[in-house]
């Protein structure tokens, strides 16, 4: 297959930030408006996050399990499903993080009425069905740092699977794919399918050892409106992690800035485009030269592997950069040195892979001051990477 014929079409797209829709109206108010069967109060989310008395309703203050008998409809058991705002039981509201899930203790005067009551066995089912989705609640978190927490971003895990949850894309349903893997964007039910089939994911997906489901009722989630229209590529640039006109690859998730990329797009072009990574996809083979052949051959052999050999050195300066090496020299930019690396090779000054090979090789060995375990540690990563890309024996 020709190189020409996957590279011909472009697509451009606008990379969008994602607009956080609006919350249900009660949301950022501080109260709540409900009913429970024939009767109307207002729910006070202060009091409610506190377990307290929550709930106002002619002249009296209620538990969410009082205003259900109060409201006639206690049969229920399920005060999460008998009171209602705007026609929507609490239930929806705590499953998709606008409410926390709380636990309302009885009484002593209704546990003494319970013990007297012939129906005594269905009112102990109903604390036992309060209690099941509140089991978490209730865990002793006071050893957590939360300030792990915070950031746009959290890692992810689901068994063997791993990923990058953004909030700002964060959304209950199919739709809401927030969480990006190496190939994809997912939503949370699809990442749970990878690895969990039977699982749930506020339970199985975690972030620093806590369950997504808590971090919902802690707040440090907070759903949006899944957009089923949402951008199945990045929002920032690949290279520079940076956002702009993006020019966005059809194959993978990735973006890149026109000049960006190796070789640069023109996203003005009609069509569908792939990045340098998904074409490599098509001429990675098992190569017959030797580590020293492949460096010896002239570069126009092997250009394509260079750029993307560099492509993911410019990716790593970013996301990982040299000043968390220690020893790091602050006087020079390990991705600006890369970035002449870049134009020599866009203007086809390197004759060799050697050639190329060694300046990049220069750039690491100017990033630390540290040369016995920092430089070696990076220049191990070089050649992880050169012998992944070339496939040399």
């Known amino acids: ?155 992810v895990t689901c068994g063997s699977e791993s990923g990058i949850l953004h909030k700002c894309r964060f959304a209950t349903g199919r739709c809401g794919r927030s969480i990006r893997t190496e190939n994809f964007w997912l939503s949370p039910e699809d990442f749970i399918r990878l690895n969990k089939p039977d699982g749930q994911w506020r339970k199985d997906i975690v972030a620093h050892g806590m369950p997504l489901g808590k971090l919902l009722t802690k707040r440090v989630l907070e759903p949006h409106t899944a957009n089923c229209d949402q951008d199945l590529n990045d929002d920032v640039c690949f290279v520079c992690d940076s956002e702009g006109d993006l020019v966005c ?62 492509l993911h050195l410019l990716h790593e300066s970013m996301t990982d950069p040299c000043n ?11 991705p600006v040195m890369l970035g002449r690396v870049k134009m020599n090779l866009e203007n086809n000054d390197y004759q060799t892979v050697r050639e190329f090979v060694s300046d990049i090789d220069y750039v690491f060995h100017h990033c630390t001051s540290n040369r016995d375990n920092d430089f070696s540690r990076m220049t191990s990563r070089l050649k992880d990477l050169f012998e992944t890309i070339f496939k040399v024996l």
């Open 1 to 155: 297959m020709e190189l020409s014929s996957l590279c011909t079409s472009k697509k451009k797209k606008q990379a969008k930030r994602q607009n956080c829709p609006k919350l249900p109206a009660g949301r950022n108010k501080s109260q709540l408006p409900v009913t429970c069967g024939c009767k109307e109060g207002v729910l006070h989310l202060k009091k409610y996050n506190n377990k307290q008395k929550c709930i106002f309703s002619e002249g009296q203050w209620f538990k969410p399990t009082e205003f259900e008998r109060f409201g006639m409809m206690e049969r229920n058991k399920k005060w999460r499903i008998s009171i209602l705002w705007n026609g929507i039981p609490l239930q929806k509201l705590i499953q998709d993080g606008f409410l926390s899930s709380t636990y309302f203790k009885k009484s002593k005067v209704q546990d003494t009425q319970k013990k007297k009551s012939p129906v005594g066995l269905d009112q102990q089912d109903e604390k036992i069905n309060d209690n099941q989705d509140d089991v978490e609640d209730d865990d002793d978190d006071d050893g957590i740092d939360m300030s792990v927490f915070e950031g746009p971003t959290l890692p």
């Open 249 to 310: 690859c059809d194959e993978c998730p990735r973006a890149f800035h026109s000049n960006c990329h190796l070789p640069a797009a023109d996203g003005d072009s009609p069509g569908e485009w792939s990045c340098t990574f998904c074409v490599m996809k098509y001429v990675m083979g098992s190569c017959q030269k030797t580590q020293q052949d492949v460096l010896s051959s002239p570069v126009s052999q092997y250009k394509l592997h260079c750029q993307c050999l560099l």
């Open 324 to 334: 968390d090496v220690p020893g790091y020299s602050e006087n020079i930019c390990g």
